[in-house]
């Protein structure tokens, strides 16, 4: 096996990576990282210390193909990935496309996800100020989004890993409280084309599982 994957049973960037390298047909060894309650990773892998010794974090590829490719941060991975695996592509032809998928990525891993993130240490105060603005955050959000997609099914056009990021971002959210509404019907039928798609469901359902497992809550959405 030439690809190994380092992820956590629950982490939403380990997650993006899982589904691409599935999207793309490749084969691949899952390795999931030691997991503590508290959503900590301790002890932290070896390799994950080799590839990202400063940040110690998951998600992480090694590739031995051509001399070995290692690398963290599931952004890099994903451009990674579509270099050396072209087919079926997941960013969209023609430069400007390309350019605004990956806007669009981006921005829900550092403008999206941010919110979320802030959530997580806010459950216990869900009508705080900070929590009542993270939840404003996010729902600005979705409007933007629903409003991409008034002209076509995917944030980008077609399929792309800009769908995948922001729908795992939407699973940790409705998780932590800032879940879309009926405000933004296109979003809520995207996240149902996304979310029925089998390498999306094959990363998911698990991770809700374990979820469930440690009687955490599951989204409404995803209970099945
Ligand atoms: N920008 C990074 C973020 C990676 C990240 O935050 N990973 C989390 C899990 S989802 C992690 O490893 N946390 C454990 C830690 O920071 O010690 C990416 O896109 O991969």
């Known amino acids: 096996m030439t690809i190994h994957i380092y992820s956590g049973p629950l982490s939403m960037f380990g997650a993006k990576v899982e589904i691409a390298a599935r999207e793309k047909g490749l084969a691949f060894e899952l390795v999931m990282v030691p997991f503590i309650e508290g959503d900590a990773y301790e002890p932290k892998h070896p390799v994950v210390l080799r590839v990202n010794p400063v940040k110690q974090q998951v998600p992480v590829l090694t590739d031995e193909i051509d001399g070995g490719v290692e690398l963290f941060d599931s952004t890099q991975i994903f451009e990674y ?13 023609g430069i400007a496309e390309r350019a605004r998928a990956r806007q669009l990525e981006q921005k829900s891993d550092e403008v999206f996800f941010p919110n979320v993130i802030k959530l997580f240490g806010l459950q216990h105060d869900m009508h705080s100020a900070a929590a009542i603005a993270a939840c404003a955050g996010c729902a600005r959000f979705y409007e933007e989004m629903e409003g991409l997609l008034a002209t076509r099914v995917y944030l980008a056009g077609p399929y792309s890993f800009a769908d995948i990021a922001f729908y795992m971002a939407c699973v940790f959210a409705d998780r932590k409280g800032a879940g879309m509404t009926d405000a933004t019907p ?27 497992s440690q009687g955490r809550g599951v989204p409404a959405f995803l209970q099945r």
């Open 186 to 212: 296109r979003l809520l039928a995207w996240r149902t084309r996304v979310g029925d798609r089998p390498a999306v469901r094959a990363v998911v359902d698990p991770m809700m599982r374990f979820l469930a």
């Open 81 to 93: 990935l579509e270099d050396r695996y072209p087919a079926p592509a997941l960013w969209p032809e």
